[in-house]
């Protein structure tokens, strides 16, 4: 999972940012996780953490080091989602995980990506999808 993650985003990244320096813009936005700064005992995540620890970490220093070339870079910090990946009968246990007490939707991270896409003066910034569970315990 850290190979791909970070490898994964390091080689398209740097593929990206080579067409985007010569057409002196563009938009990058890193999928991670709440989990990051937010974790939660009972839930063995460290090496979701780590690897998506990473990515809030690289954010920040793209952000900074290609904003003179007009290239933003941003990250959606999810919390859980509801997606095939969850069967149904974990819902109410998810949902709990979240102080607004549900689980996302994909349409909120699709508008959450969309939303740092047109966002043009905002860069470097780690934009938490999570229904407040980055916030802390409840």
Do not use: C
Request: charged share 15%.
């Amino acid at each position: 999972m850290v190979s791909t993650t970070l490898a994964g985003f390091l080689y398209v990244s740097q593929l990206a940012v080579r067409q985007m320096v010569k057409q002196k813009s563009g938009n990058i936005v890193n999928v991670s996780t709440s989990l990051v700064d937010q974790p939660i005992a009972g839930v063995p995540v460290t090496v979701q953490v780590m690897a998506k620890g990473s990515l809030h970490a690289v954010t920040r220093a793209l952000a900074i080091e290609y904003a003179k070339d007009g290239i933003r870079v941003n990250t959606a910090a999810l919390g859980v989602i509801k997606t095939p990946m969850h069967k149904p009968e974990t819902y109410e246990f998810l949902k709990g995980l979240h102080p607004m007490s549900r689980m996302g939707e994909i349409k909120e991270v699709v508008d959450a990506i969309l939303f740092l896409t047109d966002a043009t003066f905002t860069t470097g910034e780690i934009l938490h999808v999570d229904g407040g569970a980055h916030a802390g315990k409840w």
